[in-house]
T-cell receptor, first 111, second 117 residues
Framework: GNSVTQMEGPVTLSEEAFLTINCTYTATGYPSLFWYVQYPGEGLQLLLKATKADDKGSNKGFEATYRKETTSFHLEKGSVQVSDSAVYFCALRGSARQLTFGSGTQLTVLP | SAVISQKPSRDICQRGTSLTIQCQVDSQVTMMFWYRQQPGQSLTLIATANQGSEATYESGFVIDKFPISRPNLTFSTLTVSNMSPEDSSIYLC??????????????FGSGTRLTVV
């Protein structure tokens, strides 16, 4: 079956630091890949997505590139802000159309 | 993208009782998904609900414990039956957003935070 392996947290960074959260997946066929974010006390929001190999999703300064050769979809941001503190989930959508989530990574950005 | 109204937002329930969670979508959708997020953990799919047919449950989840209704294309309910403290979680519904090119992502309800005492 499908699975998503996500970098263990929690991650603590200083403001303006570079962020990478690793995500690798196992799936048959050609899944779509997503990053979702859950801010404290809020619901789950789509951050970015990519639907085919070599696609780059981007939003709010975050980027992730769909790498089929390494089955990865790592999330990056060049300069994090305190407001980026949240839990980040990598997810994939397979042929059955439901999402499979990674374990989530708690990010805390300190001023 | 779709807008989902989920209620209740939270509840505290006695063990042995049942709670029904409702999700209303502002557009017609074929598939609705129900997830559970246990404290400090990721989201786990409970079942997929299609209008006009029985829900499809994931391994570890059964209809007797989590009955689902899907009476039309904009509404679904999930019932957590005969609750125990282990059922304390956030329950979320979700729908697939589709654009002209196909699926563009998924929208989630705001979640129901359930505490069983």
């Amino acid at each position: 079956g499908n699975s998503v392996t996500q970098m263990e947290g929690p991650v603590t960074l200083s403001e303006e630091a570079f962020l990478t959260i690793n995500c690798t997946y196992t799936a048959t066929g050609y899944p779509s890949l997503f990053w979702y974010v859950q801010y404290p006390g809020e619901g789950l929001q789509l951050l970015l997505k990519a639907t085919k190999a070599d696609d780059k999703g981007s939003n709010k300064g975050f980027e992730a590139t769909y790498r089929k050769e390494t089955t990865s979809f790592h999330l990056e941001k060049g300069s994090v802000q305190v407001s980026d503190s949240a839990v980040y989930f990598c997810a994939l959508r397979g042929s059955a159309r439901q999402l499979t989530f990674g374990s989530g990574t708690q990010l805390t950005v300190l001023p | 993208s779709a807008v989902i109204s989920q209620k209740p937002s939270r509840d505290i329930c006695q063990r042995g009782t049942s709670l029904t969670i409702q999700c209303q979508v502002d557009s017609q959708v074929t598939m609705m998904f129900w997830y559970r997020q246990q404290p400090g953990q990721s989201l786990t799919l409970i079942a997929t609900a299609n209008q006009g047919s029985e829900a499809t449950y994931e391994s570890g989840f059964v209809i007797d414990k989590f009955p689902i209704s899907r009476p039309n294309l904009t509404f679904s309910t999930l019932t957590v039956s005969n609750m125990s403290p282990e059922d304390s979680s956030i329950y979320l519904c979700s729908v697939e957003d589709a654009n002209r090119q196909g699926a563009s992502g998924y929208t989630f309800g705001s979640g129901t935070r359930l505490t069983v005492v």
